[in-house]
């Protein structure tokens, strides 16, 4: 069954300037709306009917990291050098504020929802919440929400219509022996096959 929210939604803003992160495949653009017309909806705050598209963003490196290469019900403590070399990290440009609901800590139980909608196994669930959060009234332009594999990080889920509100910045592939993707794997105590 659909939630219901209450007629206000709590709001926050992420101002225009602001940089967030998005993981994606070098021979892609890194912003990507999705899923793709001949997919089915399968992350998190998917449109279940396909009625709108998402991308999604990480406020940190590390939020981008975490959701983009060690995505999956259960990271490994192991991960090989084409998976992380099969990705890159991209600054995303907040051209305009993003106004985005936000879906962690006290919000949860303000706008009637728990930790489930967020880091739950069921997608089904957090869908319904997306498409709910979509369709409000307030129109709002994503969801931020803590990142399933790092709760010190956040993600935004930002829905298709706000697109126009986001451009993209310089974009850097992930290399094993760079400071920075040794600093990501040594974070999440992480070590690395062939």
């Not at 793709?36 to 909806?41: A, K, T, V």
């Not at 396909?50 to 259960?74: D, I, M, N, Q, W």
């Not at 070399?85 to 995303?92: C, D, G, N, T």
Request: proline share 9%; hydrophobic share 35%.
């Amino acid at each position: 069954m659909p939630p219901t929210l209450p007629g206000k939604l709590p709001v926050q803003r992420i101002r225009r300037g602001t940089v967030p992160y998005r993981a994606h495949s070098p021979s892609r653009s890194p912003i990507y709306f999705g899923p793709d017309d001949s997919r089915p909806p399968t992350h998190r705050f998917h449109a279940p009917d396909g009625g709108y598209k998402t991308c999604f963003l990480g406020r940190s490196e590390e939020a981008a990291f975490v959701e983009g290469v060690l995505h999956g019900p259960v990271p490994a403590q192991l991960v090989s050098r084409a998976t992380i070399e099969q990705r890159a990290i991209a600054e995303i440009h907040v051209v305009e504020t993003i106004n985005v609901v936000p879906l962690y800590g006290e919000y949860l139980i303000r706008v009637g929802a728990t930790a489930a909608v967020t880091h739950g196994e069921d997608y089904v669930l957090s869908q319904d919440w997306g498409k709910a959060i979509h369709d409000h009234p307030q129109r709002l332009d994503a969801i931020l929400y803590t990142s399933r594999h790092d709760e010190t990080t956040f993600s935004i889920a930002l829905f298709g219509r706000a697109r126009h509100k986001i451009v993209e910045g310089p974009s850097t592939p992930l290399v094993v022996s760079d400071v920075r993707t040794l600093l990501l794997l040594k974070r999440y105590g992480l070590g690395l096959t062939p």
